[in-house]
């Protein structure tokens, strides 16, 4: 099928709690360059790099961190250790530390959640903690422990002697899923450090399979279905150069095969009585709908609202931001019983959320012939 090749007819509509103007662009992302030295070098805002050019590194050779950020290239490892300047409230994860930290890079970058946590202490810190220029004491609370799996825990401030409280896990490897919600102690605020690695864009993302259909996404790009639609568009739009993809690409997409009942219920009560009626029943943040002879047909239709900008570069409008937004991303889609009209959602796999109301409305969500399995590819 080419780009333009669309259904006619095709009723769209688009409706969200996040902004789909921007969609991402690896260009619309701040950052600070950091200059090749011998030495680990911090700019004004507090940003750091290396020499080291293995890993996290732009085609001139430097590291690359975005604004708000602070980033260490371990030159004896493969490790970019990132930590989130203004702190960690209810997230973000490590997986998104890394991805938002780091995503102006050459190379894709995920968390390495099998990374062994040798980093159990502040003797054992140091080099780290040195890498993103401060020192450590220790905590206070917590009997010194990190309240939270797998992570390690800075304050956000420094006290008069340039020191932040550090607190440490007990567990054997990093987290890459958990942060430490609204933990404080004494007033202070908490930062996750992070280990970050390049990695393929197919080996990129940690899925959890159930309620997720994998457990790492790979590129399956042909037939009709919304998955391998998506990703379809995800990788051309990385192999033509479209401005929506970062330097370090787009990753496949996973499907949050728990919610599909539940989208199937939306479509369905959304058709009778209006696009979005139902808007957020599956947990979703963002929400597209339309009809169309397969989900492919919807999916096109929604990539078809590219237009130029101001200056003339094509870029997504409306439905198609979801598409192309980077970083390790999901969604969940339904189809009416009786007819084309397809929900597809994003921001979210609230599987609990979405079982519930089916649970609570016996007949309200069904499957159908071209249901997802639930089980882990």
């Avoid at 401030?157 to 004494?186: I, L, V």
């Avoid at 150069?241 to 095969?257: D, N, Q, R, V």
């Amino acid at each position: 099928m080419t780009y333009s090749s669309l259904l006619t007819g095709l009723v769209l509509s688009v409706i969200g709690l996040v902004s789909f103007s921007g969609c991402g662009s690896g260009t619309d992302i701040e950052e600070d360059v950091v200059a090749d030295t011998d030495a680990f070098a911090t700019t004004a805002g507090g940003r750091t790099g290396s020499k080291d050019r293995s890993v996290g590194t732009g085609p001139d050779g430097v590291v690359r961190c975005a604004k708000g950020y602070r980033c260490f290239n371990d030159k004896d490892s493969d490790v970019v250790w990132v930590m989130k300047e203004d702190g960690n409230v209810n997230g973000p994860t490590c997986q998104q530390v890394c991805e938002g930290a780091l995503a102006n890079s050459d190379a894709f970058h995920g968390c390495d959640g099998g990374q062994p946590l040798r980093q159990r202490d502040i003797a054992s810190f140091k080099k780290v903690s040195d890498g993103l220029g401060f020192t450590c004491k220790p905590g206070k609370c917590w009997k010194g422990e990190a309240p939270g799996e797998g992570m390690v825990l800075i304050s956000i401030d420094a006290d008069k002697n340039g020191s932040k409280s550090c607190y440490f896990p007990s567990e054997k490897t990093y987290s890459c899923n958990a942060h430490p919600g609204n933990a404080n102690c004494f007033g202070e605020r908490y930062s996750t450090v992070c280990p970050c690695v390049a990695k393929p864009l197919d080996q990129a993302c940690n899925w959890t399979c159930p309620p997720h259909n994998t457990k790492t996404a790979k590129w399956k790009t042909d037939g009709t279905s919304c998955l391998a639609r998506i990703n379809y568009w995800r990788k051309r739009a990385c192999d033509e150069g479209w401005p929506e993809c970062p330097p370090g690409g787009l990753p496949p997409m996973a499907e949050c095969t728990a919610c599909h009942e539940c989208a199937n219920s939306e479509a369905e009560y959304d058709k009778d009585r209006g696009a979005h009626a139902s808007f957020k029943r599956c947990g979703e943040t963002a929400q597209g709908e339309g009809g169309g002879r397969t989900c492919a047909d919807v999916i096109d239709a929604f990539i078809a609202e590219r237009k130029p900008d101001a200056t003339g570069v094509m870029r997504c409008q409306g439905h198609c931001g979801p598409i192309l937004r980077p970083g390790c991303r999901s969604f969940s889609w339904g189809k009416d019983r009786d007819s084309n009209f397809h929900t597809i959602n994003w921001g979210g796999c609230d599987a609990n959320k979405c079982q519930n109301f089916c649970k609570n409305r016996p007949g309200a969500c069904f499957t159908h012939a071209t249901s997802p399995s639930k089980t882990c590819q």
